[in-house]
């Protein structure tokens, strides 16, 4: 008796150290009904096809031309088309309608999964009539806030028994001032193109870099309060090393009340401290409005790119670096801040679909249902190019050798001879998963489903 074949789901996952624990949740729950999921760095998007011949992928986005092309064989070929957004809200129209590929009508997409209803509103809005099916599952990172997935972490070590205060950065552009012109203008081209905010992208990097110089102005007051033990957790977008050397730079005393993590998982973080410090409408302060974590925003510099009056009103603010421990005391000793409470929750329910643990498990669903009500296709090997293949084995032989699709053995060599010039491959090598990442995420997630068993 021959065994039916598993359906099979490619994920595509962009950063590691944002993307790939949720990948892995996914993950899990689409094998728990019946269907594998392999997990491949976004990087080998054009080498699964071959390497799987998988029933759906899942993109991050498809808003380049290559990919929408990209879908479109996918549709000929009857490889289902996924899109997860993997970080941001867009608040206004011009933003969704980017997201929801306005600018790349000719895209192709069977299931757009959206973090909310107005997403959804903006992906049928701008729907071709063929493709675009928006289904509304929240945001499959934030299940790690309840439980049993918020057992799979526990949370930065204390240094002692005093109030863990979380500050996390968002000052992912102002590295731009810094790199080769042609840097910026490789990303923000086509958003400038479409979102009026965009237009100035220059003078949103030149905003984030005198906010990120100003940071530890207002760090330096709370680390002389000797109250609080700090722990600074750059974005994945950041180079953690200009942190590292303002640490460096701090008298030793301050320098021991400090932790940087760059690497720890944001929900970690925000599960394991007392309070957290936001910067400009960053997406960790509703996070930690889910955590019931007390927020504080540092108010800084303002562009229309980067500042959000939907979210603004939404927070406790910190305009002097004088006035940063009184603040943090006072959300401390009321952590619900319950002036804001109400007005958060309303927030949650309307951008990020009323989070409750669940985002995961619903989105496996609907694409169970999506591979089933498939129409039958025609064998995928035959119709596969030279160059499918040639793709393929090499993301196999890679694999087998625990490395990336994107490893360059010429990379380290390059960057040391031409810091700059290199800067953002080597960033982008850094956070690409590697099949060793993978196969520790799901250990995790065996373990808990074992542990889970044990208490039943």
């Given at each position: 008796m021959?065994t039916?074949?598993?359906?099979?789901v490619?994920?595509?996952?962009d950063n590691?150290?944002?993307?790939?624990?949720?990948a892995?949740?996914?993950?899990h729950q689409l094998?728990?009904?019946g269907?594998?999921c392999?997990?491949?760095p976004?990087?080998?998007t054009?080498?699964?096809?071959?390497?799987?011949?998988?029933?759906?992928?899942i993109?991050n986005?498809?808003?380049?031309s290559q990919?929408?092309?990209?879908?479109?064989?996918?549709k000929?070929?009857g490889?289902?088309?996924?899109?997860?957004?993997?970080e941001?809200?867009?608040?206004?129209k011009?933003?969704?309608d980017f997201l929801?590929l306005?600018?790349h009508s000719g895209?192709?997409?069977?299931?757009f999964?959206?973090w909310n209803?107005p997403l959804?509103?903006?992906?049928?809005?701008?729907?071709?009539?063929e493709?675009e099916?928006a289904?509304v599952?929240?945001?499959p990172?934030?299940?790690?806030?309840?439980s049993p997935?918020?057992?799979?972490?526990?949370?930065a070590?204390?240094?002692s028994?005093?109030?863990?205060?979380?500050?996390?950065?968002?000052?992912v552009f102002a590295?731009?001032l810094e790199?080769?012109p042609?840097?910026a203008?490789?990303l923000?081209?086509?958003?400038?193109?479409?979102?009026p905010?965009?237009e100035?992208?220059?003078?949103?990097?030149?905003t984030h870099h005198?906010?990120?110089g100003?940071l530890?102005?207002?760090l330096?007051?709370?680390?002389?309060?000797d109250l609080y033990d700090?722990v600074?957790r750059?974005?994945?977008?950041?180079?953690?090393k200009w942190y590292?050397?303002?640490i460096?730079e701090l008298?030793?005393?301050?320098q021991e009340?400090?932790?940087?993590?760059?690497?720890?998982n944001?929900?970690?973080?925000?599960?394991?401290c007392?309070l957290e410090i936001?910067?400009?409408t960053?997406?960790t302060?509703l996070?930690?409005?889910i955590?019931?974590?007390?927020?504080i925003d540092?108010d800084?510099q303002h562009?229309?790119?980067?500042?959000n009056a939907?979210v603004?009103p939404?927070?406790?603010?910190?305009t002097?670096?004088?006035a940063?421990?009184?603040?943090?005391?006072?959300?401390?000793a009321?952590?619900?801040q319950?002036?804001?409470?109400e007005?958060?929750?309303?927030?949650l329910?309307?951008w990020c679909?009323?989070?409750d643990g669940?985002?995961a498990?619903g989105m496996?669903k609907i694409?169970?249902e999506?591979?089933?009500?498939?129409?039958?296709?025609?064998?995928?090997?035959?119709r596969l190019?030279f160059d499918?293949?040639?793709?393929?084995?090499?993301?196999?032989?890679?694999?087998?050798?625990n490395?990336?699709?994107n490893?360059?053995?010429l990379?380290?060599i390059?960057g040391?001879?031409?810091?700059g010039?290199?800067?953002i491959?080597?960033?982008v090598y850094?956070?690409?998963?590697?099949?060793s990442d993978?196969?520790?995420?799901?250990?995790?997630?065996q373990?808990l489903?074992g542990a889970?068993?044990m208490a039943?």
């Open positions: 021959i039916p074949k598993r359906p099979r490619v994920f595509l996952v590691k150290r944002r993307d790939l624990m949720v892995g949740l996914i993950a094998e728990r009904i269907i594998d392999a997990l491949e976004l990087e080998s054009f080498a699964v096809l071959a390497a799987y011949e998988p029933d759906m992928i993109f986005h498809l808003s380049a990919l929408m092309r990209y879908s479109r064989r996918l000929e070929l490889v289902l088309v996924g899109v997860l957004p993997n941001g809200i867009g608040y206004k011009e933003g969704l929801a306005k600018a895209a192709h997409v069977d299931l999964f959206c209803e959804a509103e903006a992906v049928r809005r701008n729907a071709t009539g493709n099916v289904q599952v929240g945001i990172r934030f299940d790690f806030y309840f997935w918020s057992r799979l972490f526990q949370g070590p204390r240094r028994a005093r109030p863990q205060v979380l500050v996390c950065t968002n000052y590295k731009y790199l080769p042609s840097d203008e490789a923000f081209s086509s958003w400038a193109k479409n979102i905010d965009f100035d992208y220059w003078g949103a990097i030149r005198a906010n990120r100003r530890f102005d207002f330096r007051p709370l680390l002389e309060s700090v600074l750059p974005h994945p977008g950041e180079p953690s590292a050397d303002r460096a008298p030793g005393a301050l009340r400090i932790t940087m993590e760059p690497d720890r944001i929900t970690e973080l925000i599960l394991g007392d936001s910067m400009d960053c997406t302060a996070e930690s409005w955590a019931r974590k007390p927020t540092l800084l562009h229309p790119m980067l500042t939907i603004r939404l927070n406790v603010h910190c002097e670096p004088a940063l421990p009184a603040l943090v005391a006072e959300a401390l009321h952590p619900d319950p002036e804001l409470a007005a958060r929750s309303a927030h329910e309307r679909h009323s989070p669940t985002a498990e496996a694409i169970a999506a591979i089933s009500a498939r129409e039958p296709r025609r064998p995928l090997s035959p190019t499918d293949r040639r793709k393929g084995l090499k993301l196999k032989l890679l694999r087998a050798f490395l990336p699709y490893w360059n053995p990379l380290p390059r040391w001879l031409n810091p010039g290199t800067f491959k080597r960033t850094a956070k690409t998963i590697k099949p993978v196969r520790e995420t799901r250990q995790r997630f373990e489903s889970a068993k039943e």
